[in-house]
């Protein structure tokens, strides 16, 4: 891996090329086969990699070009899942959220072939990271009609990720991250404790980095119990909030590495190169570099092209002249 002080990284999701949201449209109207739509998202894929490492970023992801929905996408993949209705998440978005009607089970992988078309368009000019929802939020975000407990279903899709997992580090995946935005909202010990158990099995004698992702929540409710996770890296947002997660997590021993929004991915306004230095200054008074990887807040989806990539280049131009700083 790279040695290489404050890598810049993404979250995941990269807005979707307005030619893949065409094709999808077209494949529910059954006017394009299932085929023709995946050769049209990995060309998108391949577009979205390329800008990523244009913009300088050291650790690309695939954009997830192919996924509509970071709930639905995976149930779709899970055995045990059903279609339901469609649910009101914020504002005008919708999903169909999903009914478990029976006992989980593992498919096939879900997300190997995404880093496999990731890794080959880089050869080797960046580093790939992979991503998946995580077993707490797939069953906080589903209708539960056949375990006893959520708990019970939690564990039941740690097991299946966990698969999931050694089959990315199979095929070389040096970053691997789970995505977890439903546990920073719920206050409840009880529910940091399922989460907990859940990532100690998806991570188990797993030797690539593992990230979780958080986002968007009331995080003094996950802290320091979140320290107590089995994982490498925690990656938060920052300047949504107005750097008051800092305030939570410099009460705390921080013993893990730090993923670090210095972009707000929640505002069209593109940061200027000396405000995100600043933003970046923060988490250095805190940890050493090597343990900061800034990165946008969350993922890029809701922005434009053309102003994702703006905050991706401004990441890595700040990030270049800290480096020769420090």
């Given at each position: 891996?790279?040695?290489?002080?404050?890598?810049?990284?993404?979250?995941?999701?990269?807005?979707?090329?307005?030619?893949?949201?065409?094709?999808?449209?077209?494949?529910?109207?059954?006017?394009?086969?299932?085929?023709?739509?995946k050769k049209i998202t990995d060309h998108a894929t391949t577009e979205v990699?390329?800008?990523?490492?244009?913009?300088?970023?050291?650790?690309?992801?695939?954009?997830?070009?192919?996924?509509?929905?970071?709930?639905?996408?995976?149930?779709?993949?899970?055995?045990?899942?059903?279609?339901?209705?469609?649910?009101?998440?914020?504002?005008?978005?919708?999903?169909?959220?999903?009914?478990?009607?029976?006992?989980?089970?593992?498919?096939?992988?879900?997300?190997?072939?995404?880093?496999?078309?990731?890794?080959?368009?880089?050869?080797?000019?960046?580093?790939?990271?992979?991503?998946?929802?995580?077993?707490?939020?797939?069953?906080?975000?589903?209708?539960?009609?056949?375990?006893?407990?959520?708990?019970?279903?939690?564990?039941?899709?740690?097991?299946?990720?966990?698969?999931?997992?050694?089959?990315?580090?199979?095929?070389?995946?040096?970053?691997i991250q789970i995505d977890e935005p439903a546990l920073s909202t719920h206050?409840?010990?009880?529910?940091?404790?399922?989460?907990?158990?859940?990532?100690?099995?998806?991570?188990?004698?797993?030797?690539?980095?593992?990230?979780?992702?958080?986002?968007?929540?009331?995080?003094?409710?996950?802290?320091?119990?979140?320290?107590?996770?089995?994982?490498?890296?925690?990656?938060?947002?920052?300047?949504?909030?107005?750097?008051?997660?800092?305030?939570?997590?410099?009460?705390?021993?921080?013993?893990?590495?730090?993923?670090?929004?210095?972009?707000?991915?929640?505002?069209?306004?593109?940061?200027?190169?000396?405000?995100?230095?600043?933003?970046?200054?923060?988490?250095?008074?805190?940890?050493?570099?090597?343990?900061?990887?800034?990165?946008?807040?969350?993922?890029?989806?809701?922005?434009?092209?053309?102003?994702?990539?703006?905050?991706?280049?401004?990441?890595?131009?700040?990030?270049?002249?800290?480096?020769?700083?420090?």
């Amino acid at each position: 891996m790279s040695k290489k002080i404050l890598q810049t990284t993404v979250v995941g999701s990269y807005p979707r090329l307005s030619y893949v949201v065409e094709a999808v449209a077209k494949y529910k109207k059954k006017l394009i086969s299932k085929e023709e739509l995946k050769k049209i998202t990995d060309h998108a894929t391949t577009e979205v990699v390329e800008e990523q490492i244009k913009a300088g970023i050291d650790i690309i992801a695939d954009g997830e070009q192919y996924r509509e929905d970071m709930e639905v996408y995976f149930a779709e993949r899970i055995s045990g899942f059903k279609e339901g209705d469609w649910i009101r998440i914020w504002g005008n978005n919708y999903y169909r959220k999903p009914i478990v009607h029976k006992k989980v089970g593992f498919i096939a992988p879900m997300t190997v072939e995404d880093y496999l078309l990731a890794e080959k368009v880089t050869a080797g000019r960046a580093q790939v990271k992979q991503m998946y929802t995580g077993p707490y939020t797939i069953a906080d975000w589903a209708f539960n009609d056949a375990y006893d407990s959520k708990a019970d279903l939690v564990l039941d899709l740690a097991r299946i990720l966990h698969k999931e997992t050694k089959e990315l580090e199979k095929k070389g995946c040096p970053y691997i991250q789970i995505d977890e935005p439903a546990l920073s909202t719920h206050n409840s010990k009880d529910e940091l404790e399922i989460a907990r158990q859940a990532i100690e099995i998806v991570t188990k004698g797993v030797k690539a980095k593992t990230a979780i992702h958080i986002c968007y929540g009331d995080f003094e409710n996950i802290f320091p119990g979140l320290l107590d996770f089995k994982i490498d890296l925690i990656d938060l947002e920052f300047t949504n909030n107005q750097f008051k997660t800092l305030d939570i997590i410099k009460k705390y021993d921080f013993n893990k590495e730090l993923g670090f929004g210095c972009v707000d991915v929640h505002t069209k306004r593109v940061e200027s190169k000396e405000e995100v230095k600043e933003n970046i200054k923060k988490a250095l008074k805190i940890l050493p570099p090597e343990k900061i990887y800034p990165k946008p807040d969350c993922g890029l989806k809701l922005l434009t092209r053309e102003i994702a990539f703006k905050k991706l280049c401004v990441i890595s131009e700040a990030v270049k002249e800290l480096r020769a700083e420090l």
